[in-house]
């Protein structure tokens, strides 16, 4: 190979990368020129852990009562998960007794079911007995209402304690030796408050980049925001760090 086809291949290499950076998304290129999954830093998964705060996912029919006719999500910040946002929406959160959240931030795109996302602290400030659930499982869950400028929405059940989960794409699972559904724990290690989370649920899909979600509570309890180390296992694995 001489100078000149090395220079071809960097110079294809870094139109590519740049193609692929203006569609946005994708799998980045590396500088070989081979692809990287979706969040991987120098080769290899970058973990995050984020503290999901409470929020709200609406459908496209509730956004509408709840701002108005034709109303529809307005994007305000990307979340690290590609294609998903925080709304400039926010709602209001009524429990019994008058009991209420005021102002709780919308987050999207609209799904096919309206759910309340809330921590434990959350859920006794407001009077309501939010089990822990997966996202989408909300069959036998409570109900409370949401007020917006428009209008009232009565949900019938969608009020939950979000259930700790991680976020990943295959290579991520394949690093990990995990699969869609399995079980993880990870260690938090912070000053005074180190903590072991169990029961992380691998959500598994093509486009996700790897990334623990956990609420406000679980996030205080470890103090995330001074944590030192962060390490993410699979469920039952014996060996040691
Ligand atoms: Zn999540």
């Given at each position: 190979m001489n100078a000149t086809q090395i220079d071809r291949t960097q110079i294809e290499s870094l139109v590519r990368q740049a193609i692929q950076q203006s569609l946005g998304g994708g799998p980045s290129v590396a500088a070989d020129g081979s692809a990287s999954p979706p969040g991987w830093v120098n080769g290899k998964p970058n973990l995050r852990v984020s503290i999901s705060a409470r929020h709200v996912h609406l459908t496209d029919e509730h956004v509408e009562t709840l701002f108005g006719p034709g109303a529809v999500l307005e994007p305000e910040k990307p979340l690290?998960?590609?294609?998903?946002y925080a709304a400039k929406q926010t709602v209001m959160v009524v429990g019994p007794?008058?009991?209420?959240?005021?102002s709780v931030r919308v987050l999207g795109p609209t799904r096919s079911a309206s759910q309340v996302e809330l921590a434990f602290t959350d859920s006794i400030s407001l009077g309501i007995d939010a089990p822990v659930r997966?996202?989408?499982?909300?069959?036998?869950t409570p109900g409370c209402v949401l007020v917006g400028p428009a209008g009232t929405v009565q949900l019938d059940r969608g009020v939950i304690r979000a259930a700790r989960h991680v976020h990943m794409n295959f290579a991520d699972a394949d690093f990990y030796g995990v699969a869609d559904g399995d079980m993880m724990q990870l260690k938090i290690t912070s000053n005074d408050c180190s903590t072991v989370f169990e029961n992380l649920l691998v959500r598994a899909d093509?486009?996700?980049?790897l990334e623990v979600h956990i609420d406000t509570d679980e996030g205080n309890a470890c103090h995330l925001d001074r944590a030192s180390k962060v390490e993410l296992t699979k469920s039952g694995c014996s060996c040691k760090a």
């Open positions: 690290y998960q590609d294609g998903f007794r008058r009991r209420m959240l005021p997966h996202s989408g499982k909300i069959d036998d093509k486009a996700a980049k």
